[in-house]
């Protein structure tokens, strides 16, 4: 049970008039911002630049102690707004989720992975939003932004609140506005949080008006929809979008290597196009915390309703059999030198999800390298943004000079910026599971 709402009167008169007529005075106030990880850190520095005062909050000691070390993966515009701002009296970090009750405005951002069963795993998420529930205050606008379900924020925001005795719309104030944060990214115009439109939707039209006087201030452009579940579907038909394409780009990249092409050059005259064609490219597998994870909770939701999704059901079929399809890659190329898997010093360059952090959630490589393994195969890696990976109960030490060893198998899964990889041209085998290194180098492709 939560705890009574305290007040004077069962309704607050005024506030929905006060917050209709005030949304600029709302939009500057403090902001607690419920998770700092890959998505609350960004946002909290957005929010910081545009003058509010920011109370951060993460259950993890270790990761507030990294943002005070400023030992953090961001962005190099990031990097910068952190160091400006992490002595700044106005950004406070804690601990204490009690902590989002001084503030106007509350933005949720905390993970919501799957589990090896493929489903959504909730922990996260509804600790946090019973927490927030726990310690809303009359006038307070909850923000939720983390991946999730179509009805989650009414699930696990406006429907607790309602139980608390709250009147959602009047008294407090409920919206989901989807993340768009692309880690490592530095190539394309919307680099940073500030740079990237935002969707919200909210649990009515006040909310959805405050949440996005909220959001202008960090967003060039806020799109409103017309309700919360709007605003949950848009964000996983935007990474299933991505998901069902690159299942396709890898599926057609294989037919390129069945008939003697090479599927970048292909893909890039294509990609000249002005419309119609939006250009996905083939690698080793989908990492990350979004498009391995996201469609999954689409699909989790149709099963309970006894409804199909068959292409989205293909494709995250497809991405998860990719990994599986670069070891068989691997063994052909070892049989086709007379070599056994078995025994064989296999080298992979890159182990994060992507080029451009250290982040190893649900990269290729992990399933790469552990069943290289489990054959027998003497697995290494060398990454200059990943010092050390746990593959099963091993702990792995990155290689600093692979270019001074023979290796059988050399597989290139990541390209870190600044990466030199001239010494590939001296190995007796190279997989380039990216598609992108110089034929010369790449001696085969998955």
């Known amino acids: ?40 850190l960004p946002t909290s520095l957005a929010l910081l630049a545009a003058g509010n005062e920011v109370i951060g909050v ?24 952190l160091a400006a701002y992490v002595d700044d009296p ?3 970090i804690t601990s204490e989720h009690a902590a989002t009750a001084r503030a106007r405005t509350v933005v949720i951002c ?7 069963h493929l489903v959504p795993d909730l922990r996260a998420l509804s600790a946090a939003c019973t927490s927030v529930v726990e310690h809303a205050v009359p006038g307070q606008l909850l923000i939720l932004t983390s991946t999730t379900y179509v009805g989650a924020t009414r699930d696990l925001l406006a429907e607790p609140l309602t139980e608390r005795g709250f009147q959602v719309g009047s008294d407090v104030f409920v919206a989901f506005s989807p993340e768009r944060i692309d880690p490592g990214r530095t190539d394309h115009p919307h680099i940073t949080y500030d740079r990237t439109p935002r969707v919200v939707g909210g649990t ?10 909220v959001l202008q201030r960090t967003a060039p452009d806020v799109h409103m929809v017309s309700s919360a579940e709007e605003a949950e579907m848009t964000k996983l038909w935007e990474n299933i979008f991505r998901a069902v394409n690159l299942a396709l780009a890898n599926e057609f990249a294989e037919d390129c290597r069945a008939l003697g092409l090479r599927p970048l050059p292909i893909i890039e005259a294509a990609a000249t196009k002005p419309y119609g064609f939006v250009a996905h490219y083939p690698g080793p597998g989908v990492g990350g915390h979004c498009i391995p994870c996201d469609p999954h909770y689409l699909l989790w939701q149709l099963r309970a309703l006894r409804v199909t999704s068959p292409l989205v059901e293909t494709a995250m079929a497809a991405i998860a059999a990719r990994p599986r399809q670069v070891v068989r890659r691997v063994r052909d190329i070892l049989a086709d ?6 025994g064989a010093r296999i080298l992979m360059v890159g182990v994060a999800y992507k080029a451009g952090v250290s982040d190893l959630r649900e990269s290729p490589a992990l399933e790469i390298l552990g069943e290289l393994a489990e054959e027998g195969a003497k697995v290494h890696f060398t990454d200059p943004l990943v010092p050390t990976l746990k593959l099963g109960s091993v ?16 597989v290139v899964h990541t390209v870190q910026p600044g990466a030199e990889l001239g010494w590939l041209v001296d190995q007796p085998a190279v997989l380039d599971a990216t598609y992108r290194l110089d034929p010369l180098k790449a001696k085969a492709v998955p």
């Open 1 to 40: 049970m939560y705890p009574p709402v305290r007040r004077s009167a069962q309704r607050i008169p005024g506030v929905a008039h006060e917050y209709e007529s005030a949304q600029v005075d709302h939009a500057a106030a403090a902001v607690a911002v419920v998770g700092l990880g890959y998505v609350g």
């Open 58 to 81: 993460d259950a993890s000691e270790s990761r507030l102690d990294a943002i005070r070390r400023r030992e953090v993966d961001l962005l190099p515009a990031d990097h910068q707004r």
């Open 90 to 92: 106005r950004f406070t």
């Open 110 to 116: 905390v993970p919501t992975p799957i589990d090896r």
């Open 204 to 213: 009515g039209e006040l909310s959805t008006s405050l949440a996005a006087a």
């Open 337 to 342: 030198r007379g070599h056994s898997t078995s």
């Open 395 to 410: 702990i792995l030490v990155g290689v600093t000079e692979p270019e001074t060893e023979q290796w059988d198998l050399v």
